[in-house]
């Protein structure tokens, strides 16, 4: 199974996490929040196969790290996955949109002089503007649209647009988020936990916990867990290859 966005260096203990990751044979995308925590996450889990490190600037950071953006093109190459990017537009950052859209260009752009990447996008409170942007940016790669929480007409633009969206244990547990799981086409699901930021009965998640996923969509799809793991596994493998 996988967790494709979970912050492990953000994580007090890693090493714990990442092992109980990798004992259940786990893919993990460990998803960074800036350019300068990258080379210190790959670190992380460097010899671990099924590990990948995604090289970001998550938009709640882009005023005070847009900074960081020669960074971001520094390392660009050697990155095969790109994330946490995208625009937030919920009440404590939504004065920094003229920020954030500048550092989402920024990346748009430099994704689109080489559409081989996989990006981890948020989109929370600014899902128009962030298709906006991903429509104008021609191809830049594939998308994954994570955690995505906006109204039923913008996802329906998102599946025109042939995207993927993750999705997390905690969104299992919400009305809106069950509602929206309902809308999606199975064949772009992808999990996540968005650990160690997201929580469920005020637990840290971590990736073991994408198992909660897993049975609820067996409900949802009235099937069994392992008939929900088939499609999820060819769901990554689709995503993955070139
Ligand atoms: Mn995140």
Redesign the pocket.
Same mark, same amino acid.
């Given at each position: 199974m996988m967790d494709l *966005?979970?912050?492990l260096d953000l994580y007090k203990e890693p090493e714990k996490i990442i092992s109980r990751a990798k004992d259940k044979g786990l893919y993990v995308l460990s998803?960074t929040?800036t350019p300068s925590a990258w080379k210190g996450t790959c670190a992380l889990t460097r010899n671990i196969p099924r590990f990948k490190t995604a090289l970001g600037l *998550?938009p709640q950071l882009a005023h005070k790290r847009k900074h960081e953006l020669p960074l971001f093109d520094e390392y660009f190459d050697e990155a095969k996955y790109i994330? #946490?990017i995208g625009l937030d537009g919920s009440k404590e950052y939504k004065a920094y949109m003229p920020e954030q859209l500048e550092v989402f260009k920024h990346i748009l752009k430099k994704c689109a002089s080489k559409p081989t990447k996989i990006l981890?996008v *948020?989109s929370r409170s600014a899902e128009k503007l962030v298709l906006d942007q991903i429509e104008d940016a021609g191809n830049i790669g594939k998308i994954i649209l *994570?955690?995505y929480t906006g109204s039923k007409s913008q996802l329906e633009r998102a599946k025109n647009l042939g995207l993927w969206f993750s999705i997390g244990p905690a969104m299992t547990l919400s009305k809106n988020g069950q509602k929206i799981i309902s809308y999606l086409p199975k064949d772009k699901i992808l999990l #996540?936990t968005?650990g160690p930021?997201?929580k469920v009965n005020n637990k840290q998640l971590e990736p073991v916990d994408v198992d909660i996923v897993v049975t609820y969509l067996a409900s949802e799809w009235q099937t069994s867990s392992e008939k929900v793991l088939n499609i999820l596994s060819q769901n990554l493998k689709n995503l993955v290859q070139i």
């Open positions: *966005h979970c912050h998803i929040t *998550h994330g #946490e981890s *948020h *994570h955690w #996540e968005d930021f997201a």
